[in-house]
Nanobody, 115 residues
Framework: QVQLVESGGGLVQPGGSLRLSCAASGTRLSIDVMGWYRQAPGKQRELVASITSGDKTKYSDSVKGRITISRDNAKNTVYLQMNSLRPEDTAVYFC?????????WGQGTQVIVSS
């Protein structure tokens, strides 16, 4: 089993920044893909960004140029640096990890972008 613990959410004004972190535990083996998804009220969960163990990244078109994903393989931790935040970025952000043993989700962390 892999446990994912997110941190770093909160309330921020439009144009502000936040950094989300997600630490994976319960495994000594590397995680193939780690990523962040988000779900706004009344909407489906969507991919924000993902990164492979070889640092290949993928971004949603809506966040390109504003959000950067990175990972520390030694710590099994993934980060999401979010800049120039917009009200439409408001959502619960979920960490995701994919290994040969399955797909795992964190509990989610709330991000609210509002003045």
């Amino acid at each position: 089993q892999v446990q994912l613990v997110e941190s770093g959410g909160g309330l921020v004004q439009p144009g502000g920044s936040l950094r989300l972190s997600c630490a994976a535990s319960g495994t000594r083996l590397s995680i193939d893909v780690m990523g962040w998804y988000r779900q706004a009220p009344g909407k489906q969960r969507e991919l924000v960004a993902s990164i492979t163990s070889g640092d290949k990244t993928k971004y949603s078109d809506s966040v390109k140029g504003r959000i950067t994903i990175s990972r520390d393989n030694a710590k099994n931790t993934v980060y999401l640096q979010m800049n120039s935040l917009r009200p439409e970025d408001t959502a619960v952000y979920f960490c995701n990890a994919v290994r040969s043993s399955g797909t795992y989700w964190g509990q989610g962390t709330q991000v609210i972008v509002s003045s």
